[in-house]
């Protein structure tokens, strides 16, 4: 079965660089979420797509913008990065349309490192 | 302070062993989700948990969670080197909505031994 596509699994930028990370959902799904894992911490909500709006944010700095497109994909995109920003980023997808909580699943991540 | 309280923080069992991983909150959980992951991989989603007093069971995994809905409990019979890896409790602490978003536990880092 289809999963979550996350591209590139590593990326390595330096201070002040900009990234940007992609997501393909698993198909038929309309939502897309955003989470951000630091070492040894637990998964982070940063932000939300549903029907390609933004549906709810959660501790995404400003520096960070996102978006989902007409085919449902969705990219993260980070500026000014700072070494901080080193994490595992997480995109999950659901299908979420006529349903109340539904399951996410999450892609493998992209491992980002800002030297 | 943390809103999802996962014990134990970690767990070394024999093979064949069973255990038991909490998930607590002081609110009411309108979702509860236990995913796995392997250090430094995705997140494999294992179960959801929406009803008080619900359970499910996938292979070896079995999930409840409480009537009022507050704490969740993981068990796993007969724990195989497989079941190595953390486990994370995520719940939607909001209203319940159509959208949402999860709030996870510290997770709890299950290593098996043969």
């Known amino acids: 079965a289809a999963g979550v596509i996350q591209s590139p699994r590593h990326l390595i930028k330096e201070k002040r660089e900009t990234a940007t990370l992609k997501c393909y959902p698993i198909p038929r799904h309309d939502t897309v979420y955003w989470y951000q894992q630091g070492p040894g911490q637990d998964p982070q909500f940063l932000i939300s797509f549903y029907e390609k709006m933004q549906s709810d944010k959660g501790s995404i700095p400003d520096r960070f913008s996102a978006q989902q497109f007409s085919d449902y994909h969705s990219e993260l995109n980070m500026s000014s990065l700072e070494l901080g920003d080193s994490a595992l980023y997480f995109c999950a997808s659901s299908f979420l349309k006529g349903r109340g909580n539904t399951e996410a699943f999450f892609g493998q991540g992209t491992r980002l490192t800002v030297v | ?114």
């Open chain 2, 1 to 114: 302070s943390q809103e999802l309280e996962q014990s134990p923080q970690s767990l070394i069992v024999q093979e064949g062993k069973n255990l038991t991983i909490n998930c607590t909150s002081s609110k009411t959980l309108y979702g509860l989700y236990w995913y796995k992951q392997k250090y430094g991989e995705g997140l494999i989603f294992l179960m959801m948990l929406q009803k008080g007093g619900e359970e499910k069971s996938h292979e070896k995994i079995t999930a409840k969670l409480d009537e009022k809905k507050q704490q969740s409990s993981l068990h796993i019979t007969a724990s195989q080197p497989s079941h190595a890896g953390i486990y994370l409790c995520g719940a939607d602490m909001g209203s319940g909505g159509s959208n949402y978003k999860l709030t996870f536990g510290k997770g709890t880092l299950l290593t098996v031994n043969p």
